[in-house]
């Protein structure tokens, strides 16, 4: 789906990022048939090198949260958890190839608390919880057998009852100072527009750019 061109779309008149992406979620969940809610986490390690990966966002807080932010869980003692810990800065990309749409966000990093965690967590199938206990996240692994090994370690260890969260295991919540929305135009003539705010509780400054 494209814009014709110098046709000017609603979205550009928005006031608030979040009601828009709100919006924008709402349709790619209708159109993408496949993980609406997947997502690019962009992170850099201690070298300064990017690294960048594809997670799925879990939730976005509500407009009395304070500090409003975007949600996915993970390993923290994985390659990207370190390297969230460390520099407590990311940024997100999602892309929706149905609607030729897409919103890039980039703000400061801090984890869920033990509550949140814990609700998520139990909302998880059930192997996926027994996944998140055999698998050390991003480290060596000599064969597939040593994982299952551990897969049958830990179904036997909880068997029937209830699989706690890791303690290694949370979630991470990234704070916007910048969100972006692009829709493609015709001859790569595209619509975006960015908001902008110095800290987390100050007012957005909305910004059209060229494409």
């Known amino acids: 789906m ?8 609603d979205f550009t008149a928005a006031d608030d990022p979040f009601a828009l992406f709100d919006v924008w979620m709402a349709e790619a969940e209708k159109s993408e048939s496949v993980d609406p809610n997947a997502m690019s986490l962009a992170t850099v390690d201690g070298d300064g090198l990017p690294n960048v990966r594809t997670v799925l966002l879990k939730g976005v ?5 304070a500090e409003r932010g975007f949600h996915f869980y993970t390993n923290i003692e994985s390659a990207k958890g370190r390297e969230l810990l460390a520099s407590q800065k990311a940024a997100l990309l999602l892309y929706w190839k149905s609607l030729s749409r897409q919103i890039r966000i980039r703000g400061a990093v801090s984890l869920v608390s033990h509550e949140e965690a814990d609700r ?23 064969s597939r057998e040593v994982l299952e090994a551990k897969v049958k370690h830990y179904e036997a260890k909880f068997g029937e009852g209830e699989t706690p969260r890791p303690p290694y295991w949370c979630g991470f919540r990234v704070v916007p100072v910048e969100i972006e929305f692009w829709m ?14 110095d800290a987390p509780h100050d007012s957005w400054h909305k910004t059209r750019l060229y494409p």
């Not at 494209?2 to 046709?7: F, I, L, M, V, Y």
């Open 2 to 9: 494209t814009e014709a061109s110098g046709q000017e779309p």
């Open 61 to 65: 807080d509500e407009p009395d949260v």
């Open 120 to 142: 998520y967590f139990a909302t998880r199938h059930p192997q996926s919880r027994i996944g998140a206990w055999a698998s050390q996240q991003s480290r060596p692994l000599s």
């Open 184 to 197: 493609a135009g015709d001859y790569r003539l595209h619509n975006r527009i960015v908001f902008r705010r």
